[in-house]
């Protein structure tokens, strides 16, 4: 018997799964220009060079909390591609640009001093927003189905749409359409032509979103977590707000995590998983629905 058609995504939403606390994590990202066909595994499959994959693999392997993601925003091919090395984190994040003529000049490129925040390798480094939609339709179709209309609309905003890219997997298939904001990498989900929009210029002023907010990606789940209850119990929506101070486990599935508002109040926030009582399918190539879990507040206190 042949399985009933089916959108993760809207599977999700339907059931009222919350998205903080889900944001995939790393503070230093390289986006490689591929406008060529990604399949479900972009980069492994991709025709990049053997020399080229075994250095971006290196950099990976030996570069805690390092992701690669690529991005296009053209079909055609250019006589060039674009590298953007971003280091995602709370205070002064940065992305660093180059344009480089073969994806083999990937080799002359010392990425760890560019991501280290010692050389630009001669790339352009920029604090400005730098958008990113995933629209991996072969690794899921909602990201094709949520995501394309996504990327359209915003790509066709004259303000933005020149910061606006395609991603590949960005993770959480089923929170489509997924918005990213570097250099922060604030992971938003869930995101409509109309949120989309308020998310970006609500970046641009240095606030964050809070309903459609995954979290930061240079924290870990946890701690994401923390901060989106610490930001909604005191109305703290600034980039700039909330500092997060440290944190460490409180029990086998439990966390603790502390913010430092602007102002130097202190807020301590336990959180822990539990298990959702409704089953989906985590993505839409899940054969069998399981129980997802989620991030609860066990307590909140300031000083």
Same mark, same amino acid.
């Given at each position: 018997?042949?399985?009933?058609?089916?959108?993760?995504?809207?599977?999700?939403?339907?059931?009222?799964?919350?998205?903080?606390?889900?944001?995939?994590?790393?503070?230093?990202?390289?986006?490689?220009?591929?406008?060529?066909?990604?399949?479900?595994?972009?980069?492994?499959?991709?025709?990049?060079?053997?020399?080229?994959?075994?250095?971006?693999?290196? !950099?990976?392997?030996?570069?805690?909390?390092?992701?690669?993601?690529?991005?296009?925003?053209?079909?055609?091919?250019?006589?060039?591609?674009?590298?953007?090395?971003?280091?995602?984190?709370?205070?002064?994040?940065?992305?660093?640009?180059?344009?480089?003529?073969?994806?083999? +000049?990937?080799? +002359?490129?010392?990425?760890?001093?560019?991501?280290?925040?010692?050389?630009?390798?001669?790339?352009?480094?920029?604090?400005?927003?730098?958008?990113?939609?995933?629209?991996?339709?072969?690794?899921?179709?909602?990201?094709?189905?949520?995501?394309?209309?996504?990327?359209?609309?915003?790509?066709?905003?004259?303000?933005?749409?020149?910061?606006?890219?395609?991603?590949?997997?960005?993770?959480?298939?089923?929170?489509?359409?997924?918005?990213?904001?570097?250099?922060?990498?604030?992971?938003?989900?869930?995101?409509?032509? /109309?949120?989309?929009?308020?998310?970006? /210029? /609500?970046?641009?002023?240095?606030?964050?979103?809070?309903?459609?907010?995954?979290?930061?990606?240079?924290?870990?789940?946890?701690?994401?977590?923390?901060?989106?209850?610490?930001?909604? /119990?005191?109305?703290?929506?600034?980039? +700039?707000?909330?500092?997060?101070?440290?944190?460490?486990?409180?029990? +086998?599935?439990?966390?603790?995590?502390?913010?430092?508002?602007?102002?130097?109040?202190?807020?301590?926030?336990?959180?822990?998983?539990?298990?959702?009582?409704?089953?989906?399918?985590?993505?839409?190539?899940?054969?069998?629905?399981?129980?997802?879990?989620? !991030?609860?507040?066990?307590?909140?206190?300031?000083?």
């Amino acid at each position: 018997m042949s399985q009933i058609p089916f959108f993760c995504s809207e599977l999700s939403r339907d059931s009222g799964e919350q998205v903080f606390g889900t944001a995939s994590t790393g503070e230093t990202w390289l986006l490689v220009e591929y406008p060529f066909a990604w399949g479900a595994r972009a980069f492994e499959s991709s025709a990049l060079a053997p020399a080229v994959k075994a250095r971006v693999n290196e !950099f990976l392997t030996t570069t805690p909390r390092s992701r690669l993601l690529f991005v296009k925003q053209h079909p055609d091919c250019r006589e060039d591609f674009r590298l953007f090395v971003v280091r995602a984190r709370e205070q002064q994040p940065f992305v660093v640009e180059l344009r480089l003529r073969d994806y083999k +000049d990937l080799l +002359d490129v010392d990425v760890r001093a560019v991501a280290a925040g010692d050389s630009t390798e001669g790339g352009t480094l920029s604090r400005d927003p730098l958008l990113l939609v995933c629209t991996h339709g072969k690794r899921d179709k909602c990201c094709a189905k949520f995501g394309n209309l996504l990327y359209k609309h915003l790509r066709g905003r004259a303000r933005e749409g020149e910061r606006v890219w395609q991603s590949s997997h960005v993770g959480g298939d089923r929170f489509a359409a997924n918005l990213v904001c570097f250099p922060h990498g604030l992971f938003y989900a869930r995101v409509t032509e /109309e949120a989309g929009a308020r998310i970006v /210029e /609500e970046y641009e002023r240095g606030r964050i979103v809070l309903e459609h907010f995954r979290g930061r990606s240079c924290l870990a789940r946890p701690y994401q977590a923390a901060e989106y209850f610490v930001r909604a /119990e005191a109305g703290l929506l600034a980039l +700039d707000d909330l500092r997060f101070a440290g944190g460490g486990r409180a029990g +086998d599935s439990a966390w603790r995590a502390r913010f430092v508002a602007a102002g130097g109040r202190v807020y301590e926030a336990r959180v822990s998983t539990r298990v959702s009582e409704f089953r989906t399918f985590i993505t839409c190539q899940s054969r069998e629905p399981s129980s997802p879990s989620y !991030f609860a507040l066990d307590a909140l206190s300031k000083r």
